[in-house]
């Protein structure tokens, strides 16, 4: 297992379009979280996922974002009609469930929205 | 609500120095606390942790300890290496959903 894979590194887009990130978690965790990091901050919580079902969403995650894991292993979020606001980057985590959580972290895709 | 704050950066420090990056945290409940690091161009990596009071995390020559009474977790290291040269975040967990909280990261740039 090479850890949490995220695809695509770095996707630039331009305003109004729609874009989908892809993560595949360390496969026997159970548990799927998303991050957004902008500069010179520290990432913060957007969604997560235990198997399936998405268990807590951020009051960041506005209604033109959407998350999905569908089989309870890879995850998608969706961002439609991007603005400008919305170029960082976007973390993908996964855990396993218990009563103490180390997430791991993927590398990130980069979004800008020119 | 969960908040850490950590010191600005940058630190430059020149390589054998003694670091201390202060992180200091606000938690309901009984927080798990975290170091993670960022090398450039890479993810963010667990560095060290501490799951209860007093506790103390370490992990390649770093050290934390858990500090309810002054709500604390500052990193320490006796002797930098160039290589440490990395942004780090403090961060926290609590419940049952154990999503972290992050501090804004502290940029250390050790150099020769």
């Known amino acids: 297992d090479t850890g949490v894979s995220q695809n695509p590194r770095h996707k630039i887009t331009k305003r109004g379009q729609n874009v989908t990130f892809r993560c595949d978690p360390i496969?026997?965790?159970?548990?799927l979280y998303w991050y957004r990091q902008t500069l010179g901050q520290g990432p913060e919580f957007l969604t997560y996922?235990?198997?399936?079902?998405?268990?807590?969403k951020s009051r960041l995650l506005s209604d033109r974002f959407s998350a999905e894991r569908p089989k309870g292993s890879f995850s998608t979020l969706e961002i439609q009609r991007t603005e400008q606001g919305d170029s960082a980057m976007y973390l993908c985590?996964?855990?396993?469930?218990?009563?103490?959580?180390?997430?791991?972290f993927g590398q990130g895709t980069r979004l800008t929205v020119v | 609500g969960n908040s850490v704050t950590q010191m600005e950066g940058p630190v430059t420090l020149s390589e054998e120095a003694f670091l201390t990056i202060n992180c200091t945290y606000t938690?309901?409940?009984?927080?798990?606390l975290f170091w993670y690091v960022q090398y450039p161009g890479e993810g963010l990596q667990l560095l060290l942790k501490?799951?209860?009071?007093?506790d103390k995390g370490s992990n390649k020559g770093f050290e934390a300890t858990y500090r309810k009474e002054t709500t604390s977790f500052h990193l320490e290291k006796g002797s930098v290496q160039v290589s440490d040269s990395a942004v780090y975040f403090c961060?926290?967990?609590?419940?049952?959903?154990?999503?972290?909280?992050f501090g804004t990261g502290t940029r250390l740039q050790v150099t020769l």
């Open positions: 985590a996964s855990s396993l469930g218990g009563s103490v959580i180390e997430a791991f």
């Open positions: 496969s026997e965790h159970n548990r």
């Open positions: 996922f235990q198997n399936e079902a998405q268990l807590e």
């Open positions: 938690a309901t409940g009984y927080p798990s």
């Open positions: 501490a799951t209860k009071a007093d």
């Open positions: 961060a926290l967990n609590t419940g049952t959903a154990s999503k972290l909280t």
